[in-house]
């Protein structure tokens, strides 16, 4: 199996944890989703810019071979986002990923408060700074070894509705198209 963001059981729920949270405008995963992110199945090749059903990836820069929903219910919140990638090792430094989430978190209302989310992984610990990126206010940092190298940034688009998004070392000189580019209706 290739190489990708997210270790296949990080953020994997059952299908029937991986429900709507109820919390309007924002976009929650099909039974059907869940159940490829359960399994773990791959896209080749990956999906385009509607890969996450009620979110618009308007930039995904070329270059990635394989796809695959990820879901995750936890804490009060749900999780649901796509990531793209290529087939090199995740320690190449070369190695293309891109991880777009969308999370519904009835909590969410504030920039300063990502760094007290209780996400399973991506969180924004240690010193993450805030910056102006694609038109939108982020916190955004380094990332880590679970996340990969490259840059890790997340932004509250509504009340109780997070984005975030990690890019792949030779992904973050775009990851100013890919932020403007993302749409939520």
Known sequence: MASSLVSAGT???????AVATGHAGCPTPTKAEAERSEAARSDQPPRGATAIDGLLVNHI???FSLG???VDKHDGMSEYGYQWTDTRDEVDRKHRALWVRVVCWPDARKLSGLRDA???LGTFSGDPK???IGGREV????GDGALGHGRYVGWVERKGTVVTVMAGRPLV??????????RLP
């Open 11 to 17: 953020l994997i729920v059952s299908p029937a944890h």
């Open 61 to 63: 820069p070329k270059g």
């Open 68 to 70: 695959q929903v990820v």
């Open 118 to 120: 209780p996400f399973h």
């Open 130 to 132: 805030t910056a102006k």
């Open 139 to 142: 916190l955004t940092q380094e």
């Open 173 to 182: 000189p775009e990851l100013n198209k890919i932020i403007k580019g993302i």
